[in-house]
């Protein structure tokens, strides 16, 4: 990776001072590309996507957010209308077949990531359609590990399609290579970034960025892009410093050979959704249980695709509590720091 000078990009965010080096040269290279998973955990591919689907997927979003006002209608271009991000009803992007998913769900990204890894993937269902309005630092996405979020198997990998162009200049996506070899991180929730949820507005959980001891990397991505990286490595978006609505895609994928574990891997994100949605109704007081608890119950209803019934949900509470106490009384043994 060269090193280079980039644009500031504010002091809650990473500052990135190194360009991602593309690595198609390595596909079909078993020995190097397993070398640069250990070393990096992350990969640039370029030109390995099918260009006309790229546009329609943008196109196809462009449109639909042109439809809720967010973009300037007449122009193929998401150019942001000025309106807030709160405007946008993020789960009607994915009514009526969506050409972004299609996408992610080509034979042209199932080839290049199974030229990465030598052998058969399985790409979940579940495809994210993500998007920034300029200059929107409250809603950016902080740095996280997809590790923290998708249990509970993290031996999986994620993947990063930008829909239209970004200069390094305007904010893309940065990646802390080789991170994924410190382990999970403490994500604390941060009063400083907010995200919206079903029409209601939170606070996230992320890694505060001076505690990631590795250089953090980004480029000059191109619409169509494909960045793959290990759920370990830290990453972040960073404030969106152009005219448009940026768009991008992401999702995650594991080797065929493991079992299938993740929700994420069979349902939908609306399916997903709703049954997330009807787990926390039936959770008593939902609300006052302790986040990672309440995030563990709901990982396992939508797992073991357990029946959405209020017996087996408080069932599964009473097992997630008695593990969770087992676990603080194993951290408070004498000797444990």
Known sequence: MGRI????MG??????????????????????????WNSDGCLLLRDVLDPQMVVAARVDLTRRLQRQGVA????????????PVSTIDAFALYDDDPLFVRL??????????EALHGEAVHIYESVQI????PNDERHTIPTHQDARYINPDTAFFAYWIP????????????????????GLHDHPVSHDYYSFYMGEERPQRCIPVDTIEHDWATVDFH??????FDSLVAHSALPNRSSLVRLSIDGRYQLARRPLVNWQARLSVREGTRRRE?????LPEADLLDADVREAVIARMLAEELPLDEQVVAQVLASEHSASARAATRDNRPGNG
């Not at 300037?72 to 000025?82: L, Q, T």
């Open 5 to 8: 000078i980039l644009h500031r």
């Open 104 to 113: 992610a769900h080509s034979e042209e990204l199932r080839r290049a990531l």
């Open 278 to 282: 009807r787990v926390l109704e039936l």
């Open 11 to 36: 002091p809650r965010f990473p500052q990135p001072t190194k360009l991602i080096q593309p690595s198609n040269e390595l596909m079909g290279d078993a020995v190097a590309c397993r070398s640069a």
């Open 130 to 133: 993500r998007f920034a309005v």
């Open 223 to 228: 619409a169509g892009d494909l960045l793959v």
């Open 72 to 83: 300037v209608r007449g122009v193929d271009a998401p150019m942001w209308s000025g309106a």
């Open 163 to 182: 829909l239209v162009d970004i200069p390094v200049g305007e904010g893309g996506l940065a990646v802390a290579p080789g991170s994924h070899r410190d």
